[in-house]
């Protein structure tokens, strides 16, 4: 029987489906696109990756035949990719005829989308190099402790990508993260035009999804995928940032044990869970919240 928060939707508006890694999110998009129409249109930062399927859990061909998917697999695995990549990328599909339904556990997508974007200036690739240069040998908090304090303030310290990122922005233009967003222009899309739903869970319910699901991944190829992967990994590169790809290249180089890597990978992913719903609590108060199971 379908719940009734998704019988209510209206099948005329986009809708946005928002949650922490492995809360089955995909198929809640599938089943309103199935019954409803529409494009499902990823707003997650690692499965616009085309070298990452198994590990990214993105749709298969048997989801891809039921509902039309965008912005899955599109991009190159050795190439930058950022938000506003992807806004650009999906401001196309928003003025389709086609009813989107956007779905991703990236929250930093759905802000920009629905509040807008900073319209920052491209980063060079020198200032690229030096922060992930510097990066490698001192670490995030050398970069942080570089910021000015409203940005620190305003991003997520515990993510190095979004330390980085805010590092180059400052050094590149000579003003903070911050200073940029204050000058945002208006969003692609107001969330007041669309039915945003924030699903979540029990903390035990979802890591043992988590941990079945790695489990699935391991046994459909994860680790084959890993290493036709390996001659060309680069841990600076985005879509090195894929969850378990750094523990299983740990083990196919002989660093740890396949268990020893499983285990890290599923721990990175409850971690991964964990700052999510700390974002989504933080930045997605007006969202429609969806208890799972």
């Known amino acids: 029987m379908r719940p009734d928060w998704l019988k209510s939707l209206s099948p005329e508006r986009p809708v946005l489906i928002a949650g922490p890694t492995a809360a089955g999110k995909s198929a809640v998009a599938l089943e309103i696109a199935s019954d409803q129409g529409g494009v499902i249109v990823n707003a997650d930062a690692l499965q616009v990756f085309a070298n990452w399927r198994i590990l990214t859990a993105r749709p298969g061909p048997e989801e891809e035949a039921i509902a039309h998917h965008a912005l899955y697999g599109h991009v190159p695995g050795d190439s930058p990719y950022s938000v506003g990549h992807w806004l650009r990328d999906a401001a196309p599909l928003l003025r389709s005829d086609a009813r989107a339904i956007l779905v ?44 000015d304090a409203e940005t ?56 043992g999804r988590i941990a079945r699901r790695f489990d699935a991944m391991i046994a459909d190829g ?25 523990e299983l290249v740990d083990h196919l180089l002989g660093n740890r044990s396949l268990n020893a890597a499983i285990d890290a990978a599923k721990t990175a992913t409850r971690q991964y869970a964990k700052r999510q719903r700390t974002w989504f609590r933080s930045k997605m108060r007006e969202w429609t919240p969806i208890q799972l199971p």
């Open 104 to 147: 991703g556990g990236t929250g930093l997508y759905f802000t920009a989308l629905t509040q807008g974007l900073a319209d920052i200036p491209p980063t060079p690739a020198e200032t690229r190099t030096l922060a992930s240069g510097r990066m490698s040998a001192e670490g995030p908090r050398a970069l942080l402790a570089e910021l």
């Open 222 to 246: 994860a680790i084959e995928e890993v290493r036709r992967n390996l001659d060309a990994w680069d841990p600076a590169l985005p879509s090195s940032q894929a969850i378990g790809a750094p």
């Open 152 to 207: 620190t303030r305003r991003i997520d310290t515990a993510n190095p990508v979004r330390i980085q990122r805010a590092w180059e922005v400052q050094q590149a233009t000579g003003r903070g993260l911050a200073a940029w967003q204050d000058a945002t222009p208006a969003p692609l899309l107001p969330l007041q035009d669309t039915q945003p739903l924030l699903l979540d869970a029990d903390r035990d319910w979802l890591n």
